[in-house]
């Protein structure tokens, strides 16, 4: 198999690697670069769990070769945090609102608002919600990822009315 | 209810924020797939490619030739390994013998015939694609009708019956039915789910000295697991370690471990290396266990007063060629007449082998009876003429029948269906909505509500296994709580339920509390997350084991200060002694005491403060109750279903964590909601899996369910702490709620089919087809 030398930047730090062109990207930044956060659930790019950022996009890392990933600055769900442990707005968001069980499909949900929210946008909850129409979760009835949406839009326009 | 726990309850019935969910939401989780091991092995499967048929020849050479192989086994070369599986009881089933790997015949598409191990998953894959099987194909046994009708799926057996359940004789039942007033009746059928944990399957089994083993696995149970595989493979049970500290999702799939993961482990112990199997997405949705895919014909008879005196089921189930335990509906026969006063009653269910992947147990697997009964209850009241919740209010248990036992004596005494019916019916205005509906079909926009309420058997007790649960907790050496529990997480959120148990019953803060669950050695046996139980049963053995170990911190107190054990309280964390605030230590160091200074405790006490408790509820199942409303528009150009509101309605005693709760309630509406509409594990005329895609296998997304609301009622339990379980009442509930609210909306166009899930070109051709009359 051909391996190709590839360099790129994840969560702020450089790495270099030699990756087959067959090696997806998801694949390498789990197994070789240890970034075990991203989850893998579909591998055919529906359930929306291996969402990562590459230079300032949503992306499913299980749709994207490595080698396509030479040169380009990824974020991972490892990344989004303050270095001081102070989680992003949309993980505290998610926290406060019960917006995970299982936390499998949870990385890949985190990502995707991070990036809708990044640079300090406030996207209408609207617009969260059909990007989360991308995401799969088997646990939540996604009760708590609406409410997390709501927070993020500061709409607070769904809730319990009973 | 046994007393209340002691101090003010601070965290109980609070929405503590989950301690699990820092590392979830910051990528610091530990699933199997994340699990490495120096030196570990990859492996993949070659599966049968047809779903019936002796096996002619199988070339492994090939794929053992590729580089980065380290083995192929077929099932010979597993030899003694390929072993008999034993199920979740700890028990073999009755019935054919299922192994890891198939060798002469095939049974599904899918059916794993060799492992191939390698430096790998790429390699593993690349290597498995290259064996050559030759086959003697056979038509397909597909359908329950196939499996009745046809030859034998497993050659050498007589017939394709897998089980069979029936309730005691019943010589009186035709004679209610002959004299009823009404008789109403129906088939249902509930299609077959692919079970979908968001995580697959994964095994890392690690083989070390002495005879150990240490299995990595996706698992709801670490005990189940540990005891499966020891007893599987003829290991001392003591040698087998197997942790899983994140699980994405059980549901009942991964209630034992099956085929694939065996097979990994005795590739590993074959090899004496670490191997990792993690089962991709196109493997899950064609040879992960499946689930429902059952038939049930039944028969309400009503006297002249539409009170319920007769119910009548034959049911039949899919089991598929491996089932994890062949299923007949012994569930379903127990709880099929719900929370409503007893009739004469008959059940008959069988079970059938088919070439399809076997059945697993998926949230609450007898789930149809609710469905069946609770359709079939609106079907009635539209045929005698009288609205369905008054023929509700008519048949259900309530404060003067208790005791009461259903018909085939399982005890009721303390449910609360009337009451969590009244509370919904304060929620939602009927007349206001039958108005509404009236205006909109006038407009061509079908509206409809649909109500539905249930009995879900929660911590049912009565086997081995699931029987009680232990709580090993200690206040260690710095006045920190750890607390050993034999459950098991896949999202329930253990970790800070049953902390808040801990930290209430202690007197502790929550943030002092740790728990642990994930490693088999840890703590004594218990089941884990199988049939609502953690909280009822593992909840009460924490609050037994908290209180004696707060009982032994007041009397290494009052001995030390000099004072009474009954003057002593605990409270965040705060030692007091009634009327001497100066006296007050922190548990802390209480616990310095208990540790370090031996000669300051009462004479002939045990240093350190540590309790175990094991405990068992005091009844066979623990009764929650809800009713739930919701309301749909069906588009009648598409046949498109939108829901529009959902209520829910439940007791489920005291509640630890309403947000928990709730969780869990949301999280089985929506599988109900993918069992209604979306969701159908289909094949085509071979027997071939057709939705192996999330493309294909539609899940519900976030546009699919709508926001849920909640009202609670509480009435205790009468075991310890007053909980009652929740787990699976959502897709229990949810299904019946649904398909009611559709055949309202459809009530123009007479009845719904019977056969879920009910998709816009079903709705569509009713529509249509009144249209057309």
Same mark, same amino acid.
């Given at each position: 198999?051909?391996?190709?030398?590839?360099?790129?930047?994840?969560?702020?730090?450089?790495?270099?690697?030699?990756?087959?062109?067959?090696?997806?990207?998801?694949?390498?930044?789990?197994?070789?670069?240890?970034?075990?956060?991203?989850?893998?659930?579909?591998?055919?790019?529906?359930?929306?769990?291996?969402?990562?950022?590459?230079?300032?996009?949503?992306?499913?890392?299980?749709?994207?070769?490595?080698?396509?990933?030479?040169?380009?600055?990824?974020?991972?769900?490892?990344?989004?945090?303050?270095?001081?442990?102070?989680?992003?707005?949309?993980?505290?968001?998610?926290?406060?609102?019960?917006?995970?069980?299982?936390?499998?499909?949870?990385?890949?949900?985190?990502?995707?608002?991070?990036?809708?929210?990044?640079?300090?946008?406030?996207?209408?909850?609207?617009?969260?919600?059909?990007?989360?129409?991308?995401?799969?979760?088997?646990?939540?009835?996604?009760?708590?990822?609406?409410?997390?949406?709501?927070?993020?839009?500061?709409?607070?326009?769904?809730?319990?009315?009973? | 209810?046994?007393?209340?726990?002691?101090?003010?309850?601070?965290?109980?019935?609070?929405?503590?924020?989950?301690?699990?969910?820092?590392?979830?939401?910051?990528?610091?989780?530990?699933?199997?797939?994340?699990?490495?091991?120096?030196?570990?092995?990859?492996?993949?499967?070659?599966?049968?490619?047809?779903?019936?048929?002796?096996?002619?020849?199988?070339?492994?050479?090939?794929?053992?030739?590729?580089?980065?192989?380290?083995?192929?086994?077929?099932?010979?070369?597993?030899?003694?390994?390929?072993?008999?599986?034993?199920?979740?009881?700890?028990?073999?089933?009755?019935?054919?013998?299922?192994?890891?790997?198939?060798?002469?015949?095939?049974?599904?598409?899918?059916?794993?015939?060799?492992?191939?191990?390698?430096?790998?998953?790429?390699?593993?894959?690349?290597?498995?694609?290259?064996?050559?099987?030759?086959?003697?194909?056979?038509?397909?046994?597909?359908?329950?009708?196939?499996?009745?009708?046809?030859?034998?799926?497993?050659?050498?057996?007589?017939?394709?019956?897998?089980?069979?359940?029936?309730?005691?004789?019943?010589?009186?039942?035709?004679?209610?039915?002959?004299?009823?007033?009404?008789?109403?009746?129906?088939?249902?059928?509930?299609?077959?789910?692919?079970?979908?944990?968001?995580?697959?399957?994964?095994?890392?089994?690690?083989?070390?000295?002495?005879?150990?083993?240490?299995?990595?696995?996706?698992?709801?149970?670490?005990?189940?697991?540990?005891?499966?595989?020891?007893?599987?493979?003829?290991?001392?049970?003591?040698?087998?370690?197997?942790?899983?500290?994140?699980?994405?999702?059980?549901?009942?799939?991964?209630?034992?471990?099956?085929?694939?993961?065996?097979?990994?482990?005795?590739?590993?112990?074959?090899?004496?290396?670490?191997?990792?199997?993690?089962?991709?997405?196109?493997?899950?949705?064609?040879?992960?266990?499946?689930?429902?895919?059952?038939?049930?014909?039944?028969?309400?008879?009503?006297?002249?007063?539409?009170?319920?005196?007769?119910? #009548?089921?034959? &049911?039949?189930?899919?089991?598929? +060629?491996?089932?994890?335990? !062949?299923? %007949?509906?012994?569930? @379903? *026969?127990?709880?099929?007449?719900?929370?409503?006063?007893?009739?004469?009653?008959?059940?008959?269910?069988?079970?059938?082998?088919?070439?399809?992947?076997?059945?697993?147990?998926?949230?609450?697997?007898?789930?149809?009876?609710?469905?069946?009964?609770?359709?079939?209850?609106?079907?009635?009241?539209?045929?005698?003429?009288?609205?369905?919740?008054?023929?509700?209010?008519?048949?259900?248990?309530?404060?003067?029948?208790?005791?009461?036992?259903?018909?085939?004596?399982?005890?009721?005494?303390?449910?609360?269906?009337?009451?969590?019916?009244?509370?919904?019916?304060?929620?939602?205005?009927?007349?206001?909505?039958?108005?509404?509906?009236?205006?909109?079909?006038? #407009?061509?926009? &079908?509206?409809?509500?649909?109500? +539905?309420?249930?009995?879900? !058997?929660? %911590?049912?007790?009565? @086997? *081995?296994?699931?029987?009680?649960?232990?709580?090993?907790?200690?206040?260690?050496?710095?006045?920190?709580?750890?607390?050993?529990?034999?459950?098991?997480?896949?999202?329930?959120?253990?970790?800070?339920?049953?902390?808040?148990?801990?930290?209430?019953?202690?007197?502790?803060?929550?943030?002092?509390?740790?728990?642990?669950?994930?490693?088999?050695?840890?703590?004594?046996?218990?089941?884990?997350?199988?049939?609502?139980?953690?909280?009822?049963?593992?909840?009460?053995?924490?609050?037994?084991?908290?209180?004696?170990?707060?009982?032994?911190?007041?009397?290494?107190?009052?001995?030390?200060?000099?004072?009474?054990?009954?003057?002593?309280?605990?409270?965040?964390?705060?030692?007091?002694?009634?009327?001497?605030?100066?006296?007050?230590?922190?548990?802390?160091?209480?616990?310095?005491?208990?540790?370090?200074?031996?000669?300051?405790?009462?004479?002939?006490?045990?240093?350190?403060?540590?309790?175990?408790?094991?405990?068992?509820?005091?009844?066979?199942?623990?009764?929650?109750?809800?009713?739930?409303?919701?309301?749909?528009?069906?588009?009648?150009?598409?046949?498109?279903?939108?829901?529009?509101?959902?209520?829910?309605?439940?007791?489920?005693?005291?509640?630890?964590?309403?947000?928990?709760?709730?969780?869990?309630?949301?999280?089985?509406?929506?599988?109900?909601?993918?069992?209604?509409?979306?969701?159908?594990?289909?094949?085509?005329?071979?027997?071939?899996?057709?939705?192996?895609?999330?493309?294909?296998?539609?899940?519900?997304?976030?546009?699919?369910?709508?926001?849920?609301?909640?009202?609670?009622?509480?009435?205790?339990?009468?075991?310890?702490?007053?909980?009652?379980?929740?787990?699976?009442?959502?897709?229990?509930?949810?299904?019946?709620?649904?398909?009611?609210?559709?055949?309202?909306?459809?009530?123009?166009?007479?009845?719904?089919?019977?056969?879920?899930?009910?998709?816009?070109?079903?709705?569509?051709?009713?529509?249509?087809?009144?249209?057309?009359?």
């Amino acid at each position: 198999m051909s391996e190709h030398q590839i360099q790129l930047t994840v969560n702020t730090r450089p790495v270099q690697a030699s990756v087959e062109a067959r090696m997806t990207l998801g694949d390498f930044l789990r197994s070789k670069a240890g970034y075990t956060g991203l989850h893998l659930a579909c591998e055919h790019g529906v359930c929306g769990a291996c969402t990562i950022i590459v230079d300032g996009l949503a992306v499913r890392s299980c749709l994207m070769f490595a080698v396509q990933a030479d040169g380009a600055e990824v974020t991972t769900v490892e990344g989004v945090a303050n270095a001081d442990g102070t989680l992003h707005p949309v993980q505290q968001a998610m926290r406060e609102c019960h917006a995970l069980q299982c936390g499998f499909c949870t990385p890949g949900v985190v990502m995707t608002l991070a990036s809708l929210t990044a640079d300090d946008a406030r996207p209408a909850a609207d617009t969260m919600l059909k990007a989360l129409s991308g995401h799969l979760c088997r646990c939540t009835g996604y009760q708590g990822i609406r409410k997390a949406i709501d927070k993020l839009a500061e709409a607070g326009t769904t809730g319990g009315r009973a | 209810m046994s007393e209340p726990i002691s101090g003010a309850a601070r965290f109980i019935g609070q929405r503590v924020l989950r301690k699990e969910d820092l590392r979830l939401l910051t990528g610091r989780g530990s699933f199997v797939d994340d699990i490495t091991v120096p030196g570990m092995l990859h492996a993949a499967f070659v599966r049968g490619e047809i779903a019936c048929g002796k096996v002619i020849s199988m070339d492994l050479s090939q794929a053992r030739e590729v580089p980065g192989v380290i083995a192929v086994f077929a099932a010979e070369d597993l030899g003694a390994q390929n072993v008999h599986l034993a199920n979740m009881h700890l028990s073999y089933s009755p019935g054919i013998i299922s192994r890891p790997l198939s060798s002469d015949y095939v049974a599904y598409v899918g059916d794993p015939l060799a492992i191939v191990v390698a430096e790998s998953r790429y390699i593993a894959e690349d290597a498995a694609a290259l064996a050559v099987i030759e086959y003697e194909a056979e038509d397909p046994i597909i359908t329950i009708a196939d499996a009745i009708a046809g030859r034998p799926v497993h050659p050498g057996t007589e017939n394709n019956l897998a089980a069979e359940v029936n309730a005691p004789p019943n010589d009186k039942i035709e004679g209610v039915f002959a004299s009823a007033a009404h008789v109403v009746g129906a088939t249902f059928k509930h299609q077959r789910i692919a079970q979908s944990t968001m995580e697959t399957r994964g095994v890392v089994s690690t083989p070390g000295g002495d005879n150990q083993l240490t299995v990595h696995i996706g698992c709801q149970s670490t005990h189940v697991f540990a005891g499966v595989i020891a007893k599987n493979f003829g290991l001392d049970h003591t040698k087998v370690r197997v942790i899983a500290k994140d699980v994405g999702g059980g549901f009942g799939l991964k209630a034992q471990p099956w085929r694939e993961e065996c097979a990994a482990i005795a590739a590993s112990l074959l090899l004496n290396r670490p191997v990792k199997w993690i089962e991709d997405r196109l493997e899950a949705l064609t040879t992960s266990n499946a689930a429902r895919e059952q038939e049930i014909t039944i028969r309400m008879a009503f006297d002249g007063d539409a009170r319920m005196v007769g119910l #009548d089921a034959e &049911y039949a189930s899919n089991n598929g +060629a491996h089932p994890h335990t !062949p299923d %007949a509906g012994m569930p @379903v *026969m127990m709880f099929l007449t719900g929370p409503y006063r007893p009739p004469s009653y008959r059940f008959r269910g069988r079970a059938w082998h088919t070439n399809t992947v076997g059945l697993g147990g998926y949230r609450a697997p007898w789930a149809i009876e609710a469905f069946a009964r609770e359709v079939l209850l609106d079907k009635a009241a539209r045929q005698i003429g009288i609205d369905a919740v008054e023929l509700r209010r008519r048949n259900l248990l309530s404060g003067p029948d208790f005791p009461a036992a259903n018909p085939i004596g399982i005890p009721i005494d303390d449910i609360t269906p009337m009451e969590c019916l009244d509370k919904l019916l304060t929620k939602i205005d009927v007349p206001a909505f039958r108005a509404e509906q009236a205006a909109a079909r006038e #407009d061509g926009l &079908y509206l409809g509500l649909g109500i +539905a309420t249930y009995i879900e !058997p929660t %911590a049912m007790t009565g @086997v *081995m296994i699931l029987n009680s649960d232990v709580a090993h907790i200690r206040i260690e050496h710095d006045g920190k709580v750890t607390a050993n529990l034999s459950t098991h997480s896949q999202g329930h959120g253990v970790e800070t339920t049953h902390a808040q148990v801990i930290a209430d019953t202690l007197g502790v803060p929550i943030d002092d509390v740790t728990i642990f669950q994930e490693d088999s050695t840890r703590v004594g046996f218990g089941a884990g997350a199988a049939g609502s139980r953690q909280a009822v049963i593992a909840g009460g053995a924490a609050i037994r084991a908290s209180k004696l170990l707060l009982e032994k911190v007041k009397q290494i107190a009052a001995h030390a200060l000099n004072a009474s054990a009954e003057s002593i309280t605990v409270e965040n964390g705060i030692v007091r002694v009634a009327g001497a605030e100066e006296m007050s230590r922190t548990i802390r160091e209480i616990a310095a005491l208990a540790y370090g200074e031996p000669h300051r405790l009462p004479p002939g006490m045990e240093m350190g403060l540590e309790a175990q408790n094991r405990y068992a509820p005091p009844s066979f199942t623990t009764f929650a109750s809800a009713a739930h409303a919701c309301v749909v528009e069906v588009d009648g150009d598409t046949g498109f279903v939108t829901i529009k509101r959902w209520i829910s309605s439940e007791d489920c005693g005291v509640q630890i964590n309403p947000a928990v709760v709730e969780g869990q309630i949301a999280g089985g509406l929506a599988q109900a909601i993918g069992s209604v509409l979306l969701e159908e594990f289909t094949f085509d005329d071979r027997a071939n899996p057709t939705a192996v895609t999330f493309k294909d296998y539609l899940l519900p997304a976030i546009s699919d369910v709508p926001v849920i609301e909640f009202t609670h009622i509480t009435t205790p339990a009468k075991g310890e702490g007053g909980f009652r379980g929740v787990g699976e009442g959502g897709i229990i509930i949810g299904v019946p709620t649904l398909v009611n609210a559709i055949a309202d909306a459809m009530t123009p166009f007479g009845d719904l089919p019977e056969d879920l899930p009910l998709t816009p070109p079903k709705l569509l051709k009713l529509m249509q087809s009144k249209t057309a009359a």
